[in-house]
């Protein structure tokens, strides 16, 4: 008994002291004009610029220039709350590769947007980045049925992603 202990706090010691190794592999194909539009936040890690946000969405529409206009809203604390927004900009990745924009809401400076996980009819994406801290599920409705939400699950479970982290999005 005492040696499963003294192995499971090693264990402990050791998810502490090293980083989350995740795969963070991005989708191999993308039709960009297929995910422009409105998704819903389904689940999400805890960050500090959507702490308190229900009633979640992205709105992804084409600029002028060819970058992504990003619309980020939803209502601090309950559905009825406080209405807060956030615009952006994205674009594709330099690299090339499917499934890899950049975001940027300041100004010059741009995150990792990976699109690990997409449905054949674009209804739901799984988003991360190069970081294993961020993770969102999208959804072009405002629910997802049980069974897609235990798939997606399962896959970021293989992936290495710690799933008792997601905060679930209410929504109306």
């Known amino acids: 008994m005492k040696t499963v202990l003294l192995s499971l706090a090693l264990c402990g010691l050791c ?8 795969d963070n592999s991005t989708v191999t194909s993308f039709d960009l004009d297929r995910y422009l539009g409105k998704w819903y936040e389904i689940a999400r890690y805890d960050h500090s610029f959507e702490r308190g946000l229900v009633g ?11 970058k992504i206009k990003v619309l980020n809203s939803g209502h601090l604390n309950t559905l009825d709350g406080p209405y807060k927004e956030s615009v952006g900009k994205a674009k594709a990745r330099k690299n090339g590769m499917p499934g890899q924009l950049e975001v940027s809401f300041f100004g010059p400076f741009y995150g990792d947007y990976d699109i690990l996980e ?16 961020y993770l969102w599920i999208l959804s072009r409705t405002p629910q997802l049925s049980t069974a897609t939400k235990d798939k997606i699950l399962l896959n970021l479970r293989h992936r290495g992603y710690d799933t008792s982290k997601l905060i679930w999005v209410k929504q109306k």
């Open 56 to 66: 979640s969405t992205a709105m992804y529409t084409l600029r002028d220039d060819g």
């Open 118 to 133: 997409l449905a054949p009819d674009y209804s739901y994406s799984v988003v991360g980045s190069s970081s294993p801290k």
């Open 15 to 22: 998810t502490t002291a090293f980083p989350q190794k995740v």
